[in-house]
């Protein structure tokens, strides 16, 4: 998977499209940040790094990633896994996750994953917001 980067001077954020499946934690965080109405739609100038990095770690599916370019603290997984299961959604994991396939392979290292409860995601294990599509309870 590719993430693209947005940068300041201060932090630099990566972000997976094909994770995203649109919570709008990000938004509601951070307008001047994150606004899909913008190109581009993540401008890491507008505010400062410990505001982004905050943010973005309130990203549920591992979409969003930063990297403080100081050398500063950096992202942490959580001490323990958490899996939540949403209504009507995916199971939200956050931890120091090792998901791996039917055969034992390391498919994604990550602290945070949205993975599909519906078995209808086109971007298996991940959830893709098909969910939604199908009314899935």
Known sequence: MSAR??????????????????????????????????????????????????????????????????????ETADDEISITVVSGGPFYVRGKIELKNEKGEVIRKDTRLALCRCGQSGNMPFCDGSHAKIDFE
Do not use: M
């Open 5 to 74: 980067e947005y940068k300041s001077k201060d932090i630099a954020v990566y972000f997976e499209p094909r994770l995203c499946i649109h919570s709008g934690n990000c938004i509601k965080g951070l307008r001047q940040v994150f606004d899909r109405n913008k190109k581009p739609w993540i401008q890491p100038d507008n505010a400062d790094a410990d505001s982004i990095a905050n943010v973005v770690e309130k990203c549920p599916t591992g979409a969003l990633h930063y990297k403080h370019l100081d050398g500063s603290s950096a």
